[in-house]
């Protein structure tokens, strides 16, 4: 592992530089990004999360991303947010390569999971600071956990994964009860005392393939929920039926039951430590239970982006299904299987379009881009199978908490199938490579006969071949991006604002921009926008009535809340509104393939009194500058 350093640092220099014009020439109007270095400034301040100000997500992110500006006296500014985010986008990279390294004990599929997890965590650049980013970089955390420890310090690993869950937990509580699922059920399917006994493995497998019916209850009606169900569903069933009630392995098996408690007093501190830090500064209970559990439960109901995947992917995860069985018949017969070049060609030939796939980098254009994630799903279950070679250095508790972060992960995806959906897909990368490894393993066994015979190794062939597509890996990854996000941040214009002018965007956006904040500075002591555009706060220099915002406000704040604000700004001289009718439509119907909402905004104080007492003076672009009426 210490010869991969060096390697390893020039793709992180590599991942800096192409992350940096990607991440410094993005900003997408609906403002995400706005509204959560908003929230995050507003706590450094001193305001108490989730009453005083209002995040969907979890305290943990507020406590880490705020506690380093804090402790470094620095400012939340655009520049600011995107510098962690780029750190966050290079971590998940490098996380996913070590893993991959250390799980196959081969550098150049370490290398080649850094660059597919960058490409695949792009998305995160659409978003800065998104919480989403974060939870992929702690459940991956997860997985390296089970990969370097389990085996050789099971009790150091269980407390270390009980610690990621808990922070996963209270960043985002949907992803972190995936994760959770995961790791229940690859204990329950590994750990010996509860493999051997019928009920544990079945129990939670049941339990597990249910969940994405029981999370897309509203929308089952619909047929992509439908096939997004299933896919995940028929994923978990092949992943059950290969490993449930499975012969112990005669490899170490990792956690006892004393790493299972470890496991769970990991959980239980670090879920103290992080809630009593934020009871500490100022969140009440009631307010922490609306803000983790009430809030983000609404968000359905909110703004959904359908999923994006064929239908055919549900049948192939049924044949997956069928295959899964007939090796495990085959397992459980106890009949020896040898060495065979054909299954060891299968397998590598499943590895790379789990591997490639998550980041839709294809060395033949199989399927269009967005379904990239969707199959993986068909195919994950074989990184719990060990080739007729043996294990390897992958311990079943591994094997199969790979895949089940994964499958279970893609409902990270759900509601909103956007950028979620490609760093959902970070998770498989460490599958996609360990069925490539075993794969490659088999067929170095397999290949010494054939090799005598005809005096080239098969499994040459196939080195050589692999190492011509990590070339075009790295190319696809890093070196074309790279060339058209430089050109990008070339061609565009920096935003004239303070902590913003490392930001370069193209120049009519610049122009906009500039122009609807120098209105705002010459015209207005204070704003209120329609919906909500956080980051003119950020780039005015003026700050927000209330510590109350959010993007999408016209449907996830209540009237009391509405009304604060609107009691915040009367008093206020020259106070002004910027409105921006086409961004409100975009919330109100969704971006295709969004699902509009049956009804427009209602009509509670805030919109009432935006739209009740303020005219139009000036229009810059799609955004109107509002004054109050005479």
Known sequence: MARGVPAYGALAVAFAVVGYFKLFTNFRDYDDE???????REFVAGGSLYGDVYSQYGPFLHELWGGLFAISGAEVTPGAVRALSLATWIGISLTAGIVVHRLTRRMTLGLAGALVAFAAAGKIAAEALHPAGLVTLLGLGVGAAAVMLSDRRPRIAMGLTGMLLAAMVLTKVNVGGFAIAAVVFSLATTVPVLARRRWPGLAVAAVCIGLPFVLMWPDLGEGWAQDFALIVAFGMAALAIAV??????TEPTGPDGRALLALGAGFAGAFALIVAGILIVG???????????IEPMGQGDVFTVVAELPRAVVDLTLIGCVAAFAIRRRADSGQPRRPSAAAAIARIAAGLVVLLGTASIMPIELVPAPTGLGLAAPLAWLAACPPATGPGHAGPYARVLLPALALLGMLHAYPVFGSQAGLAAVAFVPVGALVLSDGLRELEASSTAWAAARGV?????????????????????VVQPGLSTHKAWADARPLPFGGATRVRLPPDLTATYTGVVAQLRLRCDGFVTLPGMNSFYLWTGIDPPTGLNTTSWMYLLDDEQQQRIVDAVRPVRRLCAVRNDSLLDWWVNGPPPG???????????LL???EDEFHTVEQIGDYQIMVRNP
């Open 595 to 605: 699902r509009p909402r049956a009804s427009p905004p209602p009509r509670r104080p």
């Open 608 to 610: 009432r009194f935006i």
């Open 244 to 249: 449930v009630r499975r012969p112990p392995a």
């Open 283 to 293: 969140t009440s209970i009631g307010d922490l239970v609306e803000g983790v559990l």
């Open 457 to 477: 190794a098969l499994a040459s062939v196939v080195a050589v071949g692999l190492g011509a597509l990590m070339v075009k890996l790295a190319a696809q990854a």
């Open 34 to 40: 706005g509204y959560i270095a908003l929230s995050v």
